[in-house]
């Protein structure tokens, strides 16, 4: 499956209205460890390898043009083996050890704590971090790549349809994270075009 998304920054009112009548489907807490070497190789192409409680997941890049990216396109591999597959090595070793042996290090810890709501086929992601940062996301799943423009547009419909600012560029969490703690690597981001201005 390919997920499609947009982040946005709600308003209290806002947030009320978009989750009105949405079946909520729970709330949990999480922790996020980022990983990337020295030279970016992950980050700098887009690519977010993370560890979401004792479990690695692999966000690669659909839409590579952040120029004209609207929303985020990602296809994620959610388990050890077939992320070994990606880096093209042995799949017989950890992946731990992979990265201990190619020096990719943690960056970046976040801890999140998530409601999630279902509306109108959409899902909607409302999170706090642990550094006070509050995000929303609404999200589409998709099984095929010729499916993410519409999937976009009906994200955008969906959000201003709650009159909700679709035209903001909204950081991410980790590049905000950046953004506060480690102004060289998210330098680094705009340089290499996978952060627009100050977006992701």
Not at 6 to 11: A, E, P, Q, S
Not at 66 to 83: A, L, M, P, T, V
Not at 133 to 155: D, G, H, P, V, W
């Amino acid at each position: 499956m390919i997920e499609v998304e947009k982040k946005f920054i709600l308003t209290e009112k806002e947030e009320k209205s978009l989750t009105a009548g949405a079946e909520f489907l729970g709330e949990k807490t999480f922790i996020d460890i980022y990983y990337d070497d020295e030279n970016y190789s992950l980050t700098g192409k887009d690519i977010w390898l993370r560890k979401r409680s004792g479990r690695f997941e692999l966000k690669i890049p659909l839409n590579l043009n952040i120029k004209e990216r609207i929303s985020d396109q990602y296809r994620e591999i959610e388990n050890d083996e077939d992320i070994l597959k990606y880096f093209n090595t042995n799949i017989n070793g950890s992946l731990e050890t992979f990265l201990i042996d190619n020096k990719y290090f943690p960056f970046c810890e976040i801890k999140t704590t998530r409601r999630k709501y279902k509306k109108d086929g959409f899902n909607i992601d409302l999170d706090l971090m642990d550094f006070g940062y509050k995000l929303a996301e609404i999200e589409y799943m998709i099984s095929n790549e010729s499916e993410m423009e519409q999937a976009t547009k009906s994200i955008l419909e969906f959000a201003k349809s709650y009159n909700i600012n679709t035209k903001a560029i909204v950081k991410g969490k980790v590049v905000e994270y950046l953004r506060l703690n480690n102004p060289k690597h998210f330098q680094k981001l705009i340089d290499l075009e996978v952060v627009k201005g100050d977006r992701i």
